[in-house]
Nanobody, 131 residues
Framework: QVRLVESGGGLVQAGDSLSISCAAS????????MAWFRQAPGKEREFVAA????????YYGDSVKGRFTISRDNDQKMVFLQMTSLKPEDTAVYYC????????????????????????WGQGTQVTVSS
């Protein structure tokens, strides 16, 4: 059974940096597509970043491109989100998501930014950025 547990959220000031983590268990982690989404109150879940180690791709949402970096440690079964130059509009609950399905290289990137693609989710970690 796949389980995801996020950690590292907190309260920071605008312009600060923060790194959040997601610990995974169950299955062959290195094959999974991993992603971060976020959801602010009253808003839809928003794509932040996604990574496929096996197919060597990584994508970012437009609002975080150049400021956030997704990375992973396959040995430790962890995925990280390094956030810099944080803004108040980055305030949200951040969720880690996993897609462990085996896909062909040509279909690997399909819907990488859609929540429906991901089968497993963590409980979320709150990130609050004060102005």
């Amino acid at each position: 059974q796949v389980r995801l547990v996020e950690s590292g959220g907190g309260l920071v000031q605008a312009g600060d940096s923060l790194s959040i983590s997601c610990a995974a268990s169950g299955g062959t982690f290195s094959n999974w597509k991993m992603a971060w989404f976020r959801q602010a109150p009253g808003k839809e879940r928003e794509f932040v970043a996604a990574d496929s180690w096996g197919d060597a791709w990584r994508y970012y949402g437009d609002s975080v491109k150049g400021r956030f970096t997704i990375s992973r440690d396959n040995d430790q079964k962890m995925v990280f989100l390094q956030m810099t130059s944080l803004k108040p509009e980055d305030t949200a609950v951040y969720y880690c998501a996993a897609d462990p399905k085996v896909t062909s290289y040509s279909s690997s990137r399909l819907n990488y930014n859609q929540p429906a693609r991901y089968d497993y989710w963590g409980q979320g970690t709150q990130v609050t950025v004060s102005s």
